[in-house]
């Protein structure tokens, strides 16, 4: 019963700490995963294209 309540414990300070991020934070955090989610899905695109070319 301790171990539960010492990690609600820990919840309770992590979730005090934390901070609500400014708008030029959210959109520097936006706009990296959006360059991600592109360079993956062309890879992607390649992959499927090689694979669809030599098979």
């Known amino acids: 019963m301790e171990s539960i309540k010492s990690f609600f414990g820990k919840c309770v300070r ?3 700490t934390l901070k609500k991020p400014t708008k030029e934070e959210f ?3 936006a706009k990296v995963s959006a360059i991600g989610i592109l360079i993956l899905g062309f890879i992607g695109f390649i ?3 090689v694979m669809k070319i030599f098979v």
């Open 14 to 16: 992590v979730w005090h």
């Open 27 to 29: 959109e520097k955090v």
């Open 47 to 49: 992959i499927a294209l």
